[in-house]
T-cell receptor
């Protein structure tokens, strides 16, 4: 099966600009998660979709971050306006709704805000 | 507070030199403990899930064990291709996953 795909792999933007990250989960995986890793720190939870519904968005840093999952398929994470501290690697992961809930990760989208 | 701590941060081994990586955790209701391997420029890749104290899982040169407070990833006779960052994560009762900062393993030929 195809893996989790993320786009872009790397984005460099200036402070104040907008960036949209996209994640295509494995087909049939109803759980979709966004995580972020800031340099030197651990991977931290941002939010969790079950199909098209936000199950838990307690990890979203602030209202500059907006995640959507229209139709329960791919998801986007928009940062608007971007700040310097938003730099990091954004990972998407997906899993089946039932079973062991093993997360399959994408390769990540590296965001650099200058 | 739910927390995962991994040690050491970095580990250099000679090829064939066995060792262990540690993951200690505090979590409000453990649903599972997961080990992942991450190579540079890639996302974490699943290795093992452990659910209860005393459980062990093995895969090739890797063996994961679990107690009520920590997990160990034992690497027996490592090879250079085992070089990677190894991440530990716990899934809490609320379904959230908490990750450690990882152990960067380098195996020297």
């Amino acid at each position: 099966e195809a893996g989790v795909t993320q786009f872009p792999s790397h984005s460099v933007i200036e402070k104040g600009q907008t960036v949209t990250l996209r994640c295509d989960p494995i087909s049939g995986h109803d759980n979709l998660y966004w995580y972020r890793r800031v340099m030197g720190k651990e991977i931290k939870f941002l939010l969790h979709f079950v199909k098209e519904s936000k199950q838990d968005e307690s990890g979203m840093p602030n209202n500059r971050f907006l995640a959507e999952r229209t139709g329960g398929t791919y998801s986007t994470l928009k940062v608007q306006p971007a700040e310097l501290e938003d730099s990091g690697v954004y990972f998407c992961a997906s899993s089946r709704l039932s079973g062991a809930n093993v997360l399959t990760f994408g390769a990540g989208s590296r965001l650099t805000v200058l | 507070e739910d927390q995962v701590t991994q040690s050491p941060e970095a580990l250099r081994l000679q090829e064939g030199e066995s060792s262990s990586l540690n993951c200690s955790y505090t979590v409000s209701g453990l649903r599972g403990l997961f080990w992942y391997r991450q190579d540079p420029g890639k996302g974490p890749e699943f290795l093992f899930t452990l659910y209860s104290a005393g459980e062990e899982k093995e895969k090739e040169r890797l063996k994961a064990t679990l107690t009520k407070k920590e997990s160990f990833l034992h690497i027996t006779a490592p090879k250079p291709e085992d070089s990677a960052t190894y991440l530990c994560a716990v899934q809490a009762i609320g379904n959230q996953f908490y990750f450690g900062t990882g152990t960067s393993l380098t195996v020297i030929p």
